[in-house]
T-cell receptor, first 113, second 113 residues
Framework: KAGVTQTPRYLIKTRGQQVTLSCSPISGHRSVSWYQQTPGQGLQFLFEYFSETQRNKGNFPGRFSGRQFSNSRSEMNVSTLELGDSALYLC????????????FGSGTRLTVV | AQSVSQHNHHVILSEAASLELGCNYSYGGTVNLFWYVQYPGQHLQLLLKYFSGDPLVKGIKGFEAEFIKSKFSFNLRKPSVQWSDTAEYFCAVIYNAGNMLTFGGGTRLMVKP
């Protein structure tokens, strides 16, 4: 069973630009969550999608948005990038039943210059 | 606000020493508890989880954790660590049957050979 696939692995963007990150969950999983990991703030929840609907949203500005497609693949978009958006963005896949836990991808390392 | 605390930020042990990493969560109703490990350069991996039943949970690689409801704690233990256990360990909680993981700040463990 393939794991959670995140693309690209690395990105360098300039302040003010926008970026789109992609996550393909484990086959059959319908829930995709996004987390931001930084040295200062640790791991913080961004949002979670289940069957194309956003079920939960963390405390991030509106510049951070996401969506999920009918095949469960998810994209996360960050507009008007700021230096502080530099982070490792992690995607977690789940069947939708939290009892089975969450499987994380390797992440996308975003650097804003 | 619901939060998770890991009081030990850095731990250094010699091989064969016993390990206990602390994790405390804030009161917030029902909780589901997790420990994740992040080896250098790798993605987050689930070590163990607690949902209900026996408060002593056994996970992979010889790790176990004990849920003590009265102390709001879920400490991770291993009787004898190995050099390969060098990694960062994260405690995480889901509050009130939600779908969002709240992470602690992590504990970096270094095991000296």
């Amino acid at each position: 069973k393939a794991g959670v696939t995140q693309t690209p692995r690395y990105l360098i963007k300039t302040r003010g630009q926008q970026v789109t990150l992609s996550c393909s969950p484990i086959s059959g999983h319908r829930s995709v969550s996004w987390y931001q990991q930084t040295p200062g703030q640790g791991l913080q929840f961004l949002f979670e999608y289940f069957s194309e609907t956003q079920r939960n949203k963390g405390n991030f500005p509106g510049r951070f948005s996401g969506r999920q497609f009918s095949n469960s693949r998810s994209e996360m978009n960050v507009s008007t990038l700021e230096l502080g958006d530099s982070a490792l963005y992690l995607c977690a896949s789940s069947s939708g039943d939290r009892a089975y836990g969450y499987t994380f991808g390797s992440g996308t390392r975003l650097t804003v210059v | 606000a619901q939060s998770v605390s890991q009081h030990n930020h850095h731990v250094i042990l010699s091989e064969a020493a016993s390990l206990e990493l602390g994790c405390n969560y804030s009161y917030g109703g029902t909780v589901n508890l997790f420990w994740y490990v992040q080896y250098p350069g790798q993605h987050l991996q689930l070590l163990l989880k607690y949902f209900s039943g026996d408060p002593l949970v056994k996970g992979i690689k010889g790790f176990e954790a004990e849920f003590i409801k009265s102390k709001f704690s879920f400490n991770l233990r291993k009787p004898s660590v190995q050099w390969s256990d060098t990694a960062e360990y994260f405690c995480a909680v889901i509050y009130n049957a939600g779908n969002m993981l709240t992470f602690g700040g992590g504990t970096r463990l270094m095991v000296k050979p």
